[in-house]
């Protein structure tokens, strides 16, 4: 059974910053490509942020996020982390991290309100 487990999650004011962390214990972490997905009340699960396998992975955004939100990896940590700045209450939903294509099994995600 896989298990992400994400944090630093809250609530914060139009305009500031965040850092996501996630971290599994999966073995050969830096083989997989990893997500960032977030779902907003009533809205279906989408895909914000991945990056690539190894220590230099490629990166791809969504557009509603590209240019304020970076995502890296600790390979040795076998940790994923979501840069959030500039956030906007469009921003506002439950962050959770997985592999892309994602597993089966979700952590619990850490919820993210922008909010003034």
């Known amino acids: 059974q896989v298990q992400f487990v994400e944090s630093g999650g809250g609530l914060v004011q139009p305009g500031g910053s965040l850092r996501l962390s996630c971290t599994t214990p999966i073995i050969n972490f830096s083989a997989y490509t990893m997500g960032w997905y977030r779902q907003a009340p009533g809205e279906q699960r989408e895909l914000v942020a991945s990056i690539g396998r190894g220590s230099g992975g490629i990166t791809n955004y969504a557009d509603s996020v590209k240019g304020r939100f970076t995502i890296s990896r600790d390979n040795a940590e076998k940790s994923v982390f979501l840069q959030m700045d500039s956030l906007k209450p469009d921003d506002t939903a439950v962050y959770y991290c997985?592999?892309?294509?994602?597993?089966?099994?979700w952590g619990q995600g850490t919820q993210v309100t922008v909010s003034s």
């Open positions: 997985n592999f892309l294509p994602a597993f089966r099994s």
